[in-house]
């Protein structure tokens, strides 16, 4: 049993990325195939000089991370399967297998269960990944799905948190801000549906965020995107959380500093009209917003030409020397001190920023 007497830490004190500091603080590697284990968006195994393996895990638990009550089940197991991805192509990997583990409590027939499989065996097959395991438990309450996915890269190709350098070009892919905006609409319905069960709501002008929240796809194009172009990203990042949160990422993991431009962060015309229809600040939800599954990644000023109007890249800013911090330069010229404002599961506060 756990005796909490003693111990006064509450979780929200810590944070996320404190508390797994916390935890792991005291990890030792042993074995001579771990090139890296925490701290990145997968560990690095190496079995051979040929090939590194790649491996992570995230875990989503109901009511934290989803809500039954506009995610249909398979858009779940699809989404769940794109998280883990995400973080694969992030490292500038090929993802290969999975394995699936689910706790569900007796509230789930069986019927609901082939619901999520159906979307997982869909992110499997469209994704090219085996599903090779996983572990069945039961739950007190809700559902909780943790996913690990295994890739593999060549050793020069891969691409972790801590390589960027002064002087790097800053570059996004794809547009931001759309799945938090897509999740704005899904709740206002929700609240519109319990007052009114019989409302119809017209959500054809949002389809393109609601689709961005609910079925989410991750960059599987873009290591191969890059390795036809012959670039190589100097560090690599996937935007679950917000784009501040990983460029503070990818800067304190190399000690650089970065600027970034609001005028260069890419927006979809749904993302901004909705914004205005919220009257919420567009460039806050691309900074804050999270779960778009786009990728974050430095690279050297030589390779501008390579990646210079490819429709699936924005140049967003560069990489400065750490002691210049990190900014966000907004469109009327101001420097303004970029902050870690996202997504955090033990924040209590700050729920308003969101
Ligand atoms: P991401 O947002 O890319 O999924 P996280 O912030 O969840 O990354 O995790 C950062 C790093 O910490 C990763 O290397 C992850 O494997 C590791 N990590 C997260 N939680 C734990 C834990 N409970 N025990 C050990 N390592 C953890
Ligand atoms: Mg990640």
Same mark, same amino acid.
């Given at each position: 049993?756990?005796?909490?007497?003693?111990?006064?830490?509450?979780?929200?004190?810590?944070g996320e990325? %404190?508390?797994?500091?916390?935890l792991t603080?005291?990890?030792?590697?042993?074995?001579?195939?771990?090139?890296?284990?925490?701290?990145?968006?997968?560990?690095?195994?190496?079995?051979?000089?040929?090939?590194?393996?790649?491996?992570?895990?995230?875990?989503?638990?109901?009511?934290?991370?989803?809500?039954?009550?506009?995610?249909?089940?398979?858009?779940?197991?699809?989404?769940a399967?794109?998280?883990?991805?995400?973080?694969?192509?992030?490292?500038?990997?090929?993802?290969?297998?999975?394995?699936?583990?689910?706790?569900?409590?007796?509230?789930?027939?069986?019927?609901?269960?082939?619901?999520?499989?159906?979307?997982?065996?869909?992110?499997?097959?469209?994704?090219?990944?085996d599903?090779v395991?996983?572990?069945?438990?039961?739950?007190?309450?809700?559902l909780?799905?943790?996913?690990?996915?295994?890739?593999?890269?060549?050793?020069?190709?891969?691409?972790q948190?801590?390589?960027a350098?002064?002087?790097?070009?800053?570059?996004?892919?794809g547009?931001?801000?759309?799945?938090?905006?897509?999740?704005?609409?899904?709740?206002?319905e929700?609240?519109?549906?319990?007052?009114?069960?019989?409302?119809?709501?017209?959500?054809?002008?949002?389809?393109?965020i609601?689709?961005?929240?609910?079925?989410?796809?991750?960059?599987?194009?873009?290591?191969?995107l890059?390795?036809?172009l012959?670039v190589?990203?100097?560090?690599?990042?996937?935007?679950?959380?917000?784009?501040?949160?990983?460029?503070?990422?990818?800067?304190?993991?190399?000690?650089?500093?970065?600027?970034?431009?609001?005028e260069?962060?890419?927006?979809?015309?749904?993302?901004?009209?909705?914004?205005?229809?919220?009257?919420?600040?567009?460039?806050?939800?691309?900074?804050?917003?999270?779960?778009?599954?786009?990728?974050?990644?430095?690279?050297?000023q030589?390779?501008?030409?390579?990646?210079?109007?490819?429709?699936?890249?924005?140049?967003? %800013?560069?990489?400065?020397?750490?002691?210049?911090g990190?900014h966000?330069?907004?469109?009327?010229?101001?420097k303004?001190?970029?902050?870690?404002?996202?997504?955090?599961?033990?924040?209590?506060?700050e729920?308003?920023n969101?």
């Amino acid at each position: 049993m756990f005796d909490n007497k003693g111990s006064k830490t509450s979780l929200a004190e810590l944070g996320e990325f %404190g508390l797994i500091e916390h935890l792991t603080r005291f990890v030792e590697l042993s074995q001579a195939s771990t090139k890296k284990g925490i701290g990145d968006d997968a560990a690095i195994l190496q079995f051979s000089n040929e090939e590194e393996v790649v491996v992570t895990t995230d875990m989503l638990v109901e009511g934290v991370h989803f809500d039954l009550a506009y995610m249909p089940l398979k858009h779940l197991g699809y989404k769940a399967v794109m998280v883990n991805l995400s973080d694969i192509y992030a490292m500038n990997a090929e993802a290969t297998q999975i394995t699936v583990s689910i706790a569900a409590s007796n509230r789930f027939p069986v019927e609901a269960l082939e619901e999520l499989y159906a979307g997982i065996l869909l992110a499997c097959k469209t994704y090219k990944v085996d599903l090779v395991g996983g572990d069945t438990t039961s739950s007190t309450a809700g559902l909780i799905i943790s996913i690990t996915a295994i890739g593999k890269a060549k050793p020069n190709d891969i691409c972790q948190r801590n390589g960027a350098k002064p002087n790097d070009l800053l570059v996004v892919t794809g547009d931001l801000g759309g799945a938090y905006m897509g999740l704005q609409v899904l709740e206002r319905e929700k609240q519109v549906f319990k007052v009114n069960p019989n409302a119809q709501p017209d959500l054809e002008p949002y389809t393109y965020i609601i689709e961005r929240q609910l079925k989410p796809e991750a960059r599987k194009d873009i290591p191969t995107l890059l390795k036809s172009l012959e670039v190589t990203p100097t560090s690599m990042i996937d935007i679950s959380d917000g784009l501040s949160s990983e460029i503070i990422h990818l800067c304190k993991n190399a000690k650089v500093g970065a600027n970034l431009f609001e005028e260069k962060i890419p927006l979809d015309p749904t993302v901004i009209s909705v914004c205005e229809e919220f009257n919420i600040d567009s460039t806050t939800i691309a900074l804050s917003g999270g779960e778009d599954y786009e990728l974050l990644f430095t690279i050297n000023q030589k390779d501008y030409d390579k990646i210079k109007g490819n429709p699936n890249f924005s140049i967003i %800013g560069h990489i400065t020397e750490e002691k210049e911090g990190m900014h966000i330069i907004t469109r009327a010229n101001q420097k303004i001190a970029l902050k870690a404002r996202g997504w955090n599961s033990f924040e209590e506060d700050e729920q308003e920023n969101k």
